[in-house]
């Protein structure tokens, strides 16, 4: 008995938006495909590659009703799906509700250079000393600001990504009310990688009153966070609280 094609569908990241930073696997993977789902900022990066393709384009008011599409003509050819996402699909993409769409398909997941990653690069902090916020996605806000809040104490930097309901500057002005030292440094980028890029480096108080597009990536770069000369002393703490055990258990 032949065995029943498999469906398949892969998520693409295609970078912040400069189709130069799409990678060379995912243009392949969109060329390759013929069903192609995304909305029309998805497609602005590839646009080379989806042509002639069958596309379910995505907007405020369709975005479900376009994917239940695509996915039951996928369901019914059995023909390759890409879903490009601006930045990288495992952030603020809409993963959770993708995945529940594509029940019953094999997915992958092909990653992209995102925005959070071209930010944290102007502002030359480590990501891995970093808190990465979405307040685009779903949730709640306010536990999101409470989180955001708990980070910034623990000395990690934040990466928080705009909404409609809380932009750079209310955002500023909540941290300030806090506590946040009014002189933290800060850098706002806008349309990043794309010709109307825009990079504001500033500091909390200054950002509060300012507007920024929704799309904006906020670092606030904490004053806290550990030097290199901290970063060994804590090292060499922990090599020392080890050291005895070991003997120990040697014994």
């Known amino acids: 008995m032949p065995t029943r094609n498999k469906l398949k569908a892969v998520l693409v990241g295609v970078g ?14 969109i060329s390759r495909a013929e069903i192609i789902l995304g909305w ?27 994917t239940r599409a695509a996915v039951r003509e996928a369901k019914r050819t059995c023909k390759l799906l890409a879903v490009p996402r601006v930045g990288d699909p495992c952030l603020s993409s809409g993963l959770k509700g993708l995945i529940r769409a594509l029940a019953g398909f094999e997915v ?10 071209l930010a944290a690069a102007y502002a030359c902090i480590n990501l891995d000393e970093s808190a990465i916020i979405s307040f685009h996605d779903l949730g709640d806000p ?4 409470q989180y955001m809040l708990e980070c910034f104490r623990k000395g990690r930097h934040l990466i928080t990504l705009a909404s409609p309901d809380l932009r750079p500057g209310p955002m500023a ?23 109307e890029q825009n990079i504001t480096r500033s500091n909390l108080s200054r950002l509060v009153g300012r507007e920024f597009p929704w799309l904006s990536v906020t670092v606030v770069i904490n004053p806290g966070a550990p030097s290199l000369d901290e970063d060994h002393q804590l090292w060499r703490q922990w090599r020392n609280r080890k050291k005895p055990n070991q003997s120990r258990r040697r014994k």
């Open 16 to 29: 912040p938006g400069a189709s130069t930073l799409v990678t060379p696997e995912a243009r392949e993977i």
């Open 40 to 66: 029309d900022m998805n497609l602005l990066p590839v646009r080379d590659c989806v042509a002639g393709k069958k596309i379910f384009l995505q907007d405020v008011r369709n975005y479900v009703q376009a």
């Open 108 to 117: 992958q997941i092909h990653p992209g250079i995102s925005s959070v990653q």
């Open 142 to 145: 306010e536990e999101k600001k």
């Open 173 to 195: 002005k909540w941290l300030i009310q806090q506590g946040a030292p009014r002189n933290t440094d800060v850098l706002v980028g806008s349309a990043l990688s794309l010709p």
